[in-house]
C-alpha cells in the first residue's frame, strides 16, 4: 500500500517538474498593490483607481500578456485591502516587497498612503506611478522612485485664475476642507489669485465631515462675489451645490474642487443641477478615440463611468508603465530610468516627468455642460465652449 | 425672517436630524442597556433599501419607510435571537450586559459594513429627492431637509406617546424602571427585549432613508452617525425619548451658532465642550430619569 | 506566579523578542511591530479599566497625542525622546481630563472619553491650520526598523511590568475595591478620586509613547490618521475579548487578533472583516470569559 502511494507521489512529482519546467519561462509578471477597499478612502480608491488597475490587467493578458522586451508574460495582480489605514498600507508593502518579492508594484490611493509608501519603494527600488496624490510636500522629499501623474495645485489654481481674469471676474469668495489638500489648493489660489488680481472678499475653511455649511454660504451671499470656490472634498461638494440652490445663492462662477468630476454628482444633483459648476477635472470620452475607448471600456467592464479627473491619470499611468517594460524589461531601475528620461504617449496626451512631477499635462479648468464635464479653459485644451456666467440653479 | 431666527431655525433642522438618528438607539440602551455601536450601519442599510427602492423600482423615498421600517424589524428580531438574547441570559450584571453587547456592537458593526461593501461597492451613491427649496417666512429651506425635521419631531413625538399611554409603553417604561418587578406583575420580557431590539433597528432604518433624501451614501456612512446619535443620547439623557429629541436640537443650534460666531471648524470643539459641560453639571445628562 | 516570577518571565520574553530584528523577515517583525503595539495598549488599558469596570475608549486621544509629539518633536527631539515626551504629555492630558470626567460612569463615560480623541484631533487640527499654516507633518528621515521595533518592544515591556507592579500594590488593590463598590472604598478611607486619576494617568502614558514610537513608520503624521478611533475601539475589543482583569489575557488575546486579522485579511482580501466579525460575535458569546479563562480552564483540566 505504502509503496504504491510511493511511486504515485514520485509520478505525480516528477510531471509536476516537468511541467513546472514547461511553464517556466511563461511564469507571470507579479503586479502587487494595496488600496482602500473599506474605510474612508475606499470611495475614492474604488472609483478611481482600482477597476483601472483591474481592468487594465485584463487587457493585457487578453493580448497575450505584458511586453517584456519583446516576450509577452502574463500579468498577476496581487492585492490587498489597506483598510484606508497608514500602518496597513506600510506593513502591506513591506510584505510585497520583501517577503512576496513581486516583480512591480502599483500605488495606494492619496495623498497620505502614498507618503507612507515612497520610503520603501525608494528603500527597496519600486518606481511608483501615483495617480491620486497631490502636493508640494511629496515631491518635495525628492524621491528618486515617486512620480505623480496629476497636476500640481499650482496649475490647476493658476487655470482658474486664468479663466476668471478672462472673464474680467474681479472678486471671489473662498472656502477649503482643513485638510493639507484643502490647504495647499488654497495657498496655490491665493497666490493665483493675487497676481491676477482678483480680490478675495471671504475665506473660511471648514473640518471634514460638516453636514451644514448653510450659515457660511449665506454670509458669503451676502458679500455678492463674483465667483465662489470650494476646495473641497466630494461630500462637502455635494453639501454646498444642495445648499447653495436652496438659498438661491447665484454667484457668476461655482467651482467645487472634487466630486464634481464623479459621474454620481450629475446623477445624484441632476444633470440640470449641475449645469454650469465647475471643477477639477482633465479630460471625457470626446478628447480623442483612445479616450473614448477608455470609456466605453471601462462602461462595458464596470457598468459604470470612470470619473472625469484622475481615473485617466491612473490609467495613463498603467500605459507609462507598460511603455516602460517594454523598453527597459523588469530591472527596475532601469524602468525608474526610463520613466524619468522620456516621454509618454497616454490617453491624457503625452507626459514627461521632471524630478517626479508631470510637466506635460497643463492645469485646466472643466464644467458640466449638456450633461457631460466639458474642459473649457484654457482654449488650446477646450472640448467645449465655457457657461458664463453660470446659469442660475435649477 | 430676520437673521437670528433663520439661523436658529437652519439649527434646529439639523439638530433634527441628530434627533432621527438618536432616536433607536436611545430606545435600546434605555431598556436593555445594549448600547448598540452596530446602529449606524443599520441606519445605512435603511438608507440603500430606500435609495433601491428609488432607482430601480421608482418607489417615492417616503413610501419606502414603511417596509424599510419593517425589514428591519424582522432583521432586528433575527439579530436580537442570534446575538443579544444570550447575553441577557448569561451575563451576571448590567455592567457585563453593556460591556458584552458593546463587544457584540463591534462584530456586527464589521459584518454589515463590509456585507454593504460586497453588496454595493464603496462608490457614493445618491439621489435627489425634494431637493427644491421652499420659502417659509422670508427665509429658504430646502424641502427634504424639512421633511426629516417634521419626521424627527413626530416620530419622537409618537414615541413619547406610546410610553406613556399605551400600555406595551407602560410595560416598557415598567422594564426601564424595574426589571424584576416588571415580571413579577407578568410583563413577559421574553418578547418584550426582541420587540424593543427590533423598534430600535426599524427606527434606525427610517432615520436612514430620510437621510438618504438629503445626504449621500456609501456603506461608511453609518459610523459617524452612531458617534452623533451616542452624543445627543448622552446629552438628553440615557433612556429619555424626550432627551434625546431635545438633545439634538441643542446639538444642532450650538453648532449653527458656534459656526457663524466662530468658524465651521471649530463646530467640533464647541459640540464636545458641551456635551463635557452638560456632563460636569449634570452626570445623568439634561432629562434622565 | 508571584510578582518576581511574573517580572522574571517578562523580562526573559522581551530578551527573546529582542533577537527578533535579526531573525525575521521586514514583514514578520512589522507584524510582530503591530502584536506588540496592541499588547501595550490592551495591557495598559486594562491597568485602569480592568479592575474598575470602566469603558474607557481615550485610548485613541492618547495614542493621538503622542503620535502628534514625534511629528512637532522629531528633528528636535532624539527619537527615545520624543517616546518619553509623547508618553509624559499623554498622561498630562489624562490627568486634566481624567479630574473632570471619572465621575462618570458606564455608557456616558465611554462616550465621553471617545469625544476626547475627536477633541483633540480637532483642537490639533485648527491650531496647525492657523498658526502653523500646515495640516499634518513629514517626517524625512525616520530611525531604522530594528530601532523602532526594540523602542516598542521596551515599552511594551514597561506596560506589562508595570501593570505586574500596580497588581500587587496598594493602587492595585484600591482599583479592585473601587471597581467592586466605589462607595465602600470610599467610606474604608480610600481616596477613590486620586487613585482613579493615578491609573487613568498611569494607562495614558503607555498609549501615549506607543503612539509617539510608531508615528515614525507612516513618514506623514496627520490629525485624521493618528486620532483613528478603530484603535481605540480595537483596543477595548482585545482587552475584553481577552480578559481585561487578567494580566495574560490582553497580551495573548493582542497576539491572536492580530494574527488572525492579518491572515484574513490576506488570504479573504474581499470578506475578511465579515470573517472577523462573525468570529467576534461568537467569541463573546460563547466564551464570554475571554481568552484568559479558556487557559485557565486548560491549566485546570491539567492540574
Keep these: 500500500?505504502?509503496?504504491?502511494?510511493?511511486?504515485?507521489?514520485?509520478?505525480?512529482?516528477?510531471?509536476?517538474?516537468?511541467?513546472?519546467?514547461?511553464?517556466?519561462?511563461?511564469?507571470?509578471?507579479?503586479?502587487?498593490?494595496?488600496?482602500?477597499?473599506?474605510?474612508?478612502?475606499?470611495?475614492?480608491?474604488?472609483?478611481?483607481?482600482?477597476?483601472?488597475?483591474?481592468?487594465?490587467?485584463?487587457?493585457?493578458?487578453?493580448?497575450?500578456?505584458?511586453?517584456?522586451?519583446?516576450?509577452?508574460?502574463?500579468?498577476?495582480?496581487?492585492?490587498?485591502?489597506?483598510?484606508?489605514?497608514?500602518?496597513?498600507?506600510?506593513?502591506?508593502?513591506?510584505?510585497?516587497?520583501?517577503?512576496?518579492?513581486?516583480?512591480?508594484?502599483?500605488?495606494?490611493?492619496?495623498?497620505?498612503?502614498?507618503?507612507?509608501?515612497?520610503?520603501?519603494?525608494?528603500?527597496?527600488?519600486?518606481?511608483?506611478?501615483?495617480?491620486?496624490?497631490?502636493?508640494?510636500?511629496?515631491?518635495?522629499?525628492?524621491?528618486?522612485?515617486?512620480?505623480?501623474?496629476?497636476?500640481?495645485p499650482d496649475r490647476m489654481m493658476s487655470a482658474l485664475a486664468e479663466f476668471l481674469k478672462a472673464r474680467n471676474v474681479g472678486t471671489a469668495a473662498m472656502i477649503h476642507v482643513d485638510e493639507l489638500f484643502g490647504l495647499e489648493q488654497a495657498g496655490a489660489l491665493e497666490e493665483a489669485f493675487k497676481e491676477k488680481g482678483i480680490r478675495i472678499v471671504e475665506k473660511k475653511s471648514y473640518p471634514i465631515g460638516v453636514k451644514d455649511l448653510a450659515p457660511v454660504l449665506k454670509d458669503i451671499q451676502a458679500k455678492n462675489p463674483d465667483a465662489f470656490v470650494a476646495l473641497s472634498y466630494p461630500p462637502d461638494t455635494f453639501l454646498v451645490t444642495g445648499q447653495a440652490k436652496a438659498i438661491a445663492f447665484n454667484p457668476k462662477v461655482f467651482y467645487a474642487a472634487v466630486g464634481t468630476a464623479f459621474p454620481v454628482y450629475r446623477d445624484k444633483m441632476g444633470a440640470a443641477t449641475v449645469e454650469g459648476v465647475m471643477g477639477l477635472g482633465t479630460w471625457n470620452p470626446k478628447m480623442s478615440p483612445a479616450a473614448k475607448?477608455?470609456?466605453?471600456?471601462?462602461?462595458?467592464?464596470?457598468?459604470?463611468?470612470?470619473?472625469?479627473?484622475?481615473?485617466?491619470?491612473?490609467?495613463?499611468?498603467?500605459?507609462?508603465?507598460?511603455?516602460?517594460?517594454?523598453?527597459?524589461?523588469?530591472?527596475?531601475?532601469?524602468?525608474?530610468?526610463?520613466?524619468?528620461?522620456?516621454?509618454?504617449?497616454?490617453?491624457?496626451?503625452?507626459?514627461?516627468?521632471?524630478?517626479?512631477?508631470?510637466?506635460?499635462?497643463?492645469?485646466?479648468?472643466?464644467?458640466?455642460?449638456?450633461?457631460?464635464?466639458?474642459?473649457?479653459?484654457?482654449?488650446?485644451?477646450?472640448?467645449?465652449?465655457?457657461?458664463?456666467?453660470?446659469?442660475?440653479?435649477? | 425672517m430676520g437673521f437670528w431666527l433663520e439661523l436658529a431655525a437652519s439649527g434646529l433642522i439639523t439638530g433634527g436630524i441628530y434627533a432621527v438618528v438618536a432616536i433607536g438607539l436611545n430606545l435600546q440602551y434605555g431598556l436593555m442597556r445594549i448600547m448598540n455601536i452596530s446602529h449606524g450601519e443599520f441606519l445605512m442599510l435603511g438608507a440603500y433599501l430606500t435609495w433601491l427602492a428609488y432607482t430601480v423600482l421608482g418607489i417615492n423615498p417616503l413610501a419606502s419607510l414603511l417596509p424599510v421600517a419593517v425589514a428591519l424589524f424582522l432583521l432586528g428580531l433575527i439579530v436580537y435571537a442570534l446575538c443579544f438574547r444570550r447575553i441577557a441570559r448569561t451575563a451576571p450584571s448590567v455592567e457585563v450586559i453593556e460591556a458584552r453587547s458593546l463587544l457584540v456592537g463591534f462584530g456586527l458593526m464589521f459584518l454589515v459594513q463590509n456585507a454593504a461593501y460586497l453588496a454595493w461597492g464603496a462608490d457614493l451613491r445618491g439621489y435627489s429627492f425634494l431637493a427644491e427649496p421652499v420659502e417659509i417666512a422670508g427665509a429658504r429651506f430646502m424641502s427634504n431637509r424639512l421633511v426629516v425635521f417634521a419626521f424627527a419631531v413626530g416620530?419622537?413625538?409618537?414615541?413619547?406617546?406610546?410610553?406613556?399611554?399605551?400600555?406595551?409603553?407602560?410595560?416598557?417604561?415598567?422594564?426601564?424602571?424595574?426589571?424584576?418587578?416588571?415580571?413579577?406583575?407578568?410583563?413577559?420580557?421574553?418578547?418584550?427585549?426582541?420587540?424593543?431590539f427590533g423598534a430600535g433597528l426599524a427606527l434606525a432604518g427610517v432615520a436612514g432613508g430620510l437621510l438618504s433624501m438629503v445626504y449621500e451614501i456609501s456603506p461608511s456612512m453609518g459610523e459617524p452617525y452612531t458617534v452623533t446619535a451616542l452624543i445627543v443620547i448622552t446629552l438628553g439623557g440615557l433612556g429619555s425619548a424626550l432627551g434625546s429629541l431635545l438633545g439634538g436640537f441643542i446639538l444642532g443650534l450650538v453648532e449653527a451658532f458656534g459656526m457663524h460666531f466662530t468658524s465651521p471648524s471649530l463646530k467640533m470643539l464647541l459640540s464636545y465642550a458641551v456635551l463635557i459641560g452638560v456632563l460636569l453639571a449634570r452626570p445623568r445628562g439634561l432629562f434622565s430619569r | 506566579?508571584?510578582?518576581?516570577?511574573?517580572?522574571?518571565?517578562?523580562?526573559?520574553?522581551?530578551?527573546?523578542?529582542?533577537?527578533?530584528?535579526?531573525?525575521?523577515?521586514?514583514?514578520?517583525?512589522?507584524?510582530?511591530?503591530?502584536?506588540?503595539?496592541?499588547?501595550?495598549?490592551?495591557?495598559?488599558?486594562?491597568?485602569?479599566?480592568?479592575?474598575?469596570?470602566?469603558?474607557?475608549?481615550?485610548?485613541?486621544?492618547?495614542?493621538?497625542?503622542?503620535?502628534?509629539?514625534?511629528?512637532?518633536?522629531?528633528?528636535?527631539?532624539?527619537?527615545?525622546?520624543?517616546?518619553?515626551?509623547?508618553?509624559?504629555?499623554?498622561?498630562?492630558?489624562?490627568?486634566?481630563?481624567?479630574?473632570?470626567?471619572?465621575?462618570?460612569?458606564?455608557?456616558?463615560?465611554?462616550?465621553?472619553?471617545?469625544?476626547?480623541?475627536?477633541?483633540?484631533?480637532?483642537?490639533?487640527?485648527?491650531?496647525?491650520?492657523?498658526?502653523?499654516?500646515?495640516?499634518?507633518?513629514?517626517?524625512?528621515?525616520?530611525?531604522?526598523?530594528?530601532?523602532i521595533y526594540l523602542t516598542v518592544l521596551a515599552v511594551t515591556l514597561a506596560a506589562v511590568a508595570t501593570a505586574i507592579a500596580v497588581r500587587a500594590s496598594r493602587l492595585g488593590f484600591a482599583l479592585v475595591g473601587i471597581g467592586a463598590d466605589e462607595v465602600r472604598a470610599q467610606t474604608l478611607g480610600v481616596d477613590t478620586r486620586a487613585m482613579k486619576v493615578a491609573a487613568f494617568t498611569l494607562s495614558a502614558f503607555f498609549a501615549g509613547a506607543l503612539g509617539a514610537a510608531m508615528a515614525v513608520r507612516?513618514?506623514?503624521?496627520?490629525?485624521?490618521?493618528?486620532?483613528?478611533?478603530?484603535?481605540?475601539?480595537?483596543?477595548?475589543?482585545?482587552?475584553?475579548?481577552?480578559?481585561?482583569?487578567?494580566?495574560?489575557?490582553?497580551?495573548?488575546?493582542?497576539?491572536?487578533?492580530?494574527?488572525?486579522?492579518?491572515f484574513l485579511r490576506l488570504r479573504f482580501p474581499y470578506a475578511f472583516l465579515i470573517l472577523l466579525g462573525t468570529l467576534l460575535i461568537i467569541l463573546v458569546l460563547y466564551l464570554p470569559g475571554g481568552i484568559a479563562s479558556l487557559v485557565s480552564r486548560l491549566r485546570r483540566a491539567h492540574a
Design chain 2, 155 to 196: 416620530l419622537s413625538l409618537v414615541m413619547l406617546a406610546v410610553l406613556r399611554w399605551t400600555l406595551i409603553g407602560k410595560a416598557v417604561r415598567a422594564m426601564m424602571q424595574s426589571p424584576a418587578g416588571a415580571q413579577l406583575v407578568g410583563i413577559d420580557t421574553t418578547v418584550l427585549h426582541p420587540v424593543v
Design chain 3, 218 to 262: 507612516w513618514t506623514y503624521i496627520e490629525p485624521l490618521s493618528v486620532f483613528n478611533p478603530f484603535i481605540g475601539f480595537q483596543t477595548v475589543l482585545i482587552a475584553m475579548v481577552g480578559g481585561a482583569q487578567t494580566l495574560v489575557g490582553p497580551i495573548l488575546s493582542s497576539v491572536v487578533f492580530s494574527l488572525l486579522t492579518e
Design chain 3, 1 to 147: 506566579m508571584n510578582t518576581r516570577e511574573a517580572l522574571a518571565a517578562t523580562l526573559a520574553a522581551g530578551a527573546l523578542l529582542a533577537a527578533m530584528p535579526w531573525l525575521a523577515s521586514d514583514f514578520a517583525l512589522a507584524l510582530a511591530l503591530s502584536c506588540l503595539m496592541y499588547a501595550g495598549l490592551a495591557v495598559s488599558w486594562a491597568m485602569f479599566c480592568g479592575p474598575t469596570h470602566y469603558l474607557s475608549l481615550a485610548t485613541s486621544a492618547f495614542f493621538g497625542i503622542g503620535a502628534y509629539v514625534t511629528a512637532w518633536g522629531f528633528g528636535t527631539l532624539p527619537y527615545l525622546g520624543a517616546v518619553l515626551v509623547g508618553g509624559i504629555a499623554a498622561a498630562a492630558f489624562a490627568a486634566l481630563v481624567g479630574a473632570a470626567v471619572l465621575h462618570l460612569r458606564g455608557a456616558y463615560f465611554a462616550v465621553i472619553t471617545f469625544g476626547l480623541g475627536e477633541l483633540v484631533r480637532h483642537a490639533i487640527t485648527h491650531f496647525e491650520k492657523t498658526y502653523a499654516h500646515t495640516v499634518g507633518r513629514v517626517i524625512s528621515d525616520p530611525p531604522e526598523a530594528a530601532t
Design chain 1, 1 to 152: 500500500m505504502a509503496r504504491r502511494t510511493g511511486i504515485k507521489f514520485v509520478t505525480a512529482a516528477l510531471l509536476a517538474a516537468a511541467l513546472a519546467s514547461a511553464f517556466a519561462q511563461d511564469a507571470p509578471i507579479r503586479i502587487g498593490y494595496a488600496i482602500a477597499r473599506t474605510g474612508p478612502w475606499a470611495a475614492g480608491a474604488q472609483v478611481t483607481q482600482e477597476p483601472n488597475y483591474i481592468m487594465w490587467a485584463e487587457q493585457v493578458n487578453a493580448a497575450g500578456g505584458l511586453n517584456v522586451k519583446g516576450k509577452k508574460r502574463k500579468v498577476e495582480l496581487v492585492g490587498f485591502d489597506d483598510r484606508s489605514e497608514a500602518e496597513t498600507v506600510v506593513r502591506t508593502y513591506e510584505k510585497l516587497m520583501t517577503s512576496d518579492k513581486v516583480d512591480l508594484i502599483l500605488p495606494p490611493w492619496g495623498t497620505g498612503a502614498n507618503f507612507a509608501v515612497m520610503p520603501l519603494a525608494q528603500k527597496h527600488g519600486y518606481p511608483m506611478l501615483s495617480p491620486t496624490a497631490t502636493g508640494r510636500r511629496l515631491l518635495g522629499m525628492k524621491n528618486p522612485y515617486f512620480f505623480a501623474l496629476l497636476q500640481q
Design chain 1, 293 to 394: 475607448a477608455y470609456f466605453d471600456a471601462h462602461v462595458a467592464r464596470w457598468k459604470k463611468e470612470p470619473d472625469r479627473w484622475a481615473s485617466a491619470h491612473a490609467w495613463a499611468g498603467l500605459q507609462i508603465l507598460q511603455q516602460a517594460v517594454e523598453k527597459a524589461g523588469l530591472d527596475r531601475r532601469a524602468v525608474r530610468d526610463y520613466i524619468a528620461g522620456n516621454e509618454f504617449n497616454t490617453i491624457i496626451g503625452k507626459i514627461r516627468f521632471r524630478n517626479g512631477e508631470n510637466v506635460s499635462t497643463p492645469g485646466v479648468v472643466s464644467q458640466w455642460s449638456g450633461g457631460e464635464f466639458e474642459v473649457v479653459w484654457p482654449p488650446q485644451n477646450a472640448t467645449g465652449p465655457s457657461l458664463y456666467p453660470k446659469p442660475a440653479w435649477k
